[in-house]
């Protein structure tokens, strides 16, 4: 996504300002909509126990693995060696 410059910045602004999208909102209008409303973003959000959780388990096998291709590197480098002496 491009950046915008300051200038496009302020026509945005100049044009958000005129067409005022606030004049048509059709938020939630009645206390019990705005109640319910309210709570959207944590019925689909993660929260933050559970990403720490992800990103932890995320980590081990990340782990897990880079320990797998060392020790494939290892063996292959005495592949490498063994090879060389049954010449």
């Known amino acids: 996504m ?20 606030w004049e048509s909102s059709t938020g939630p209008r009645t ?3 705005k109640e319910i409303s309210s709570q959207n973003a944590r019925r689909v959000s993660i929260s933050d ?12 096998e990340l782990g897990a693995i880079a320990r797998i291709q060392h020790r ?8 490498a060696v063994i090879a060389s002496f049954n010449k």
Do not use: C
Request: hydrophobic share 30%; charged share 40%; no cysteine.
């Open 2 to 21: 491009p950046r915008w410059t300051a200038e496009a910045r302020e026509r945005q602004r100049r044009l958000i300002k005129e067409w005022q999208p």
């Open 31 to 33: 206390e019990q909509g």
């Open 49 to 60: 126990t559970e990403l720490i959780g992800g990103l932890r388990k995320i980590r081990h």
């Open 72 to 79: 494939q590197r290892i063996d292959e480098a005495w592949d």
